[in-house]
């Protein structure tokens, strides 16, 4: 996740803002602190932060008074000054701090080791500051937590106090508001509020689906098989653990066996899988294939677990147990252009019902060491350009960043409060064919090695899930809800008769629940309301007699008393055209 | 798998047949190689065999000669003589066989040791032969193989025979009937055959579906979750990773940790789950649960791992990964009747749909050692009692067969030749709810323990979709067939006529192919009929002059020319009313 990008110059202004900010904060803490020692101090993709080592954490209460010292000394505008010492007068500046004599040792010998100051502070720095503090409009500290030094919880436990810095108090207003939003509409939260998943120590970073959050995610998967029968992808299951032999001839062992899940049995080294890209090569290599057959295009919804250090997960969003919306096409090189086209169009659909509407598409280009000739990376890198191209799109180059394997498009998409994800990839593959020896008999009958292309729309449904859910602040479509329509009685007698509308829109598929509950009304419509419920259809007498219900919007809007067959009509259409 | 149960007395003859030709069996192989060392010859469910320490395995001619003259031996009706020795004497007549020495040794002090004779023939044995060989009226040798002395890979091997043999020709004819069948039948020949799936050493005994058979296994959990929108079943997601912590709470630890696949994370065990209770546990107790809430209905497709020798796993039969049609009820003790009977109506629908519609009811009762009250024991075997005797159920009664936490039905059904399998299961669980500390908010604001009932009732769906298959030839019905039917046109003329066909009727959501390649059209139904598509659709210039098309069937029924639209009305009410 990251803000959507801003341009480059304003992207290193900002940086350089919250490096100079991370500076005025060590200033101010061992100002305050006396006894602190400093450690690093970097600027991240919005903020900063800097970790300390102090005998205590940092309290609500000591974060305002910093925050005020470091206003106090951005006021003063002082100039930042870098100076070359030499690494003897280096290690007697930093001789108290075990810490920076560490970082000082880890600077290689052929490079310059650099000192900074504003005011009287000075501390070993890289550079890439402002001129001086009054360039930091405006300054904000966020939290305060533990962290290991070096991220390594071996080390000694420092104190992080996470600040972010901007060029305007504009920019910044806007950014804590982007947080505050982000807040209100964390997924973690809602999934909870709504009885969507929730997580459990037994189960590290793997989700429980509750009966409401199954529902999304299997209709989920049941949208995205709907498209796959349409755009003619085949799927299929494959096995989950399998022999390491695997990942040796995939050549993922080298590079992955560090996330992966191991174990020992009959003495022989199985994995759980981490990806399906394998598996799917096992299935293309288990019968001859013919020109004819391709494209073969396999989808693979095989649950996929991948090892994550606690530090890192995150809700939904980095989890260690997942399922991705994952297939992969094998076609001839000439194919590729089609094949990504259409795959393109596929993803383009999707996103539109699902609510993202901008797509910025990134293309990475051949990187120094790869494998494949350079005519198969030309023709490749030519059709993936042209299909950019062909249709217009909105897209960044990127040369070298593509795998060694093959050239690649991601495709980002912003959300609704401006953060920018990543979720769909198409990657050619020029390795994995040669490593599984995957060919067809071409028309001449002569035998071609396959071209592999990787692909997912949405990439982990998990993620995608925590995603979807900040984007659309629990709100999911009708077609998609849980609950699409609740019924509240206003009072007894007006049961039986919700029970029958009950009983009608259940008939025509929808998913209906009755509140009989002996609340009030009021309090069983903010119920809804949490659940996010799209329609409540109030009944009280008045309805009752005119067979209606009164329809209110999980946004309080309020449509007055509907007609029972034309609420029906109107839930149905927006079924159906994923309103 | 079993035949389906002959009354006992019968069994219990055929048992004693078996056995006696066991030992008609010893007498001619050590007749015929006199080397031969005689180990165990146990009668089994079918048959019986012969475990013998040669040097050489026997050939299928071996196998010929000693049929023959184990007839031989059989015409002299030899009276079958018991007599018992002493250990000292025992000794001395087996003392260059160290295998019978070692089973010498096995037979406690307070045993009398047992020697048995026909002809010139003797045998350690404990007894249990007919009163002549001339009872064993019909006999065959089946096959030979090597199999480890006590089925330890760690002993010798020796080679084994497998026979059978019956108190009449009739009855082993149609027993060798039965075998032949299920040889035609056998699903692992079909799996391949048809397309559906296959097993690949680098992950032992877990199958990869191809298209076809995730088609078959997609649909069939459609099916399933379809029953469970009606029968008010809530599907969940549960993870498949856990810290054996969960095992050890739920007492599988103990039991079954030898069947589970576990791994060292993070300095901690963690295991992958062979099967879902504990993990519904864990959602049950994830909020507090009111009386008004209950029954809870919890199902989980979750994909379990489950360890098996790679000498007992069996195509889809038995398999390391499966996923089960699994849900568990969290009930109040009064709700058991009902649950269990609901859960029945729900099994006997879904046979009947999948075409097996006699059912054979096992009630098993309390064991010597349970946990749980009397009372509740009383009033839960009264429950399921009541429900089988309400329907009228035909149904065993085994005292003392039920598990430690409570009682169980389990539900068995013969197959289209004559073979019996279990499918489904109700279980009573009362020490869950203790080991989680599951409880509800009773009426009178009380906590009140939960009752939880497993149920299945296709059990594995790997293992269902290998008896199913077998039960079907390979047969689908139409409505789950992964191809419904295929258009074959007869000449190059004929191919576009049929794809508007293929499109009409794909429009209809119909599976339908087009064989355009360039075989004649009786290669392409004779491939039609090898992968048991329902339909074969076969165009020629007077079909498509007509509008119609000319309808074969994978029996070889002929129906002549059909209008299209009434071959898809014919389809589509087959597929809804599946037919």
């Not at 490749?380 to 350009?385: G, I, K, P």
């Amino acid at each position: 996740m990251a803000l959507k990008q801003a341009d480059p110059e304003l992207a290193d202004l900002r940086s350089r803002i919250r490096h100079s900010a991370a500076h005025v904060l060590a200033e101010v803490v061992v100002e305050l602190f006396p006894d602190a020692k400093l450690t690093i101090g970097p600027p991240t993709q919005d903020g900063f932060y800097y970790d300390f080592a102090v005998d205590e954490p940092f309290t609500p209460d000591d974060l305002k008074r910093i925050e005020k010292r470091m206003r106090k000394s951005i006021g003063r505008n002082h100039p930042f000054v870098e100076r070359e010492v030499s690494r003897k007068e280096a290690v007697e500046l930093v001789k108290d701090n075990p810490f920076k004599l560490e970082i000082l040792e880890g600077i290689p010998e052929d490079e310059d080791v650099t000192f900074c100051a504003h005011g009287e502070f000075e501390d070993l720095c890289r550079g890439g500051h402002v001129e001086s503090t009054g360039q930091i409009k405006a300054v904000k500290l966020l939290s305060a937590s533990g962290a290991y030094w070096r991220g390594d919880e071996k080390n000694p436990m420092l104190q992080r106090i996470y600040g972010t810095a901007w060029e305007s108090k504009e920019a910044q207003a806007e950014y804590l508001h982007m947080l505050e939003e982000a807040d209100r509409r964390d997924h973690r939260k809602l999934g909870r509020q709504m009885n969507l998943f929730f997580f459990d120590p037994v189960s590290p970073a793997s989700p429980f689906f509750l009966p409401k959050g199954t529902y999304v995610f299997n209709r989920l998967v049941e949208y995205v098989r709907g498209l796959y029968g349409r755009y003619g992808y085949d799927e299929v299951i494959t096995p989950e653990l399998f022999l390491t032999d695997l990942w040796k001839t995939s050549g993922h062992y080298e590079a992955y066996i560090e996330n992966m899940y191991t174990m020992e049995v009959d003495e022989r080294e199985y994995g759980v899988k981490p990806m399906n890209c394998p598996a799917a090569a096992i299935i293309y290599a288990s019968s001859l294939r013919s020109y004819r057959e391709l494209p073969i295009r396999l989808a693979d919804f095989g649950r996929l677990h991948r090892y994550e250090r606690s530090g890192v997960t995150h809700g939904l969003m980095r989890v260690r147990s997942m399922v991705q919306d994952d297939a992969h096409i094998f076609c001839t090189p000439d194919q590729i252009g089609d094949e990504v086209r259409d795959f393109i169009a596929m993803l383009q659909e999707s996103y539109k019902v699902l609510g993202f509407e901008e797509i910025r598409y990134a293309l990475s280009l051949r990187p120094e060491n790869r494998v494949g000739s350079d005519e198969l990376w030309d023709s490749a890198e030519a059709a993936l350009t042209e299909v950019l191209e062909a249709s217009d799109l909105k897209h960044d180059v990127e040369p070298g960043e593509g795998a060694f394997y093959g050239p690649k498009i991601d495709m980002f998409v912003p959300d609704a409060i401006g953060r920018e994800w990543q979720l769909g990839t198409v990657q050619l593959d020029f390795n994995m064919p040669e490593r599984f020896d995957l060919d067809y008999v071409a028309e001449d009958g002569s035998k071609q090695r396959v071209v592999m292309i990787h692909r997912a729309m949405l990439g982990s449904l998990e993620r995608f899930l925590g995603v979807w859910i900040e984007h659309l602040a629990g709100n999911f479509p009708v077609w998609i809800a849980p609950v699409q329509a609740v019924l509240v009685p206003i009072t007894d007698r007006n049961v039986e008769y919700c029970r029958g509308v009950q009983a009608q829109l259940k008939a025509s598929g929808l998913r209906v629940e009755l509140d009989d509950s002996n609340e009030r009304m009021n309090a069983k419509i903010r119920k809804a309301q949490l659940q996010k419920i799209p329609y409540m259809l109030v009944v009280g007498d008045r309805e009752q007699e005119g067979g209606t219900v009164a329809v209110r919007l999980r946004n309080g809007d309020d449509l007055g008393a509907l007609d029972i067959n034309e609420i029906e009509e109107r839930i149905l259409n927006e079924v159906q055209t994923y309103a």
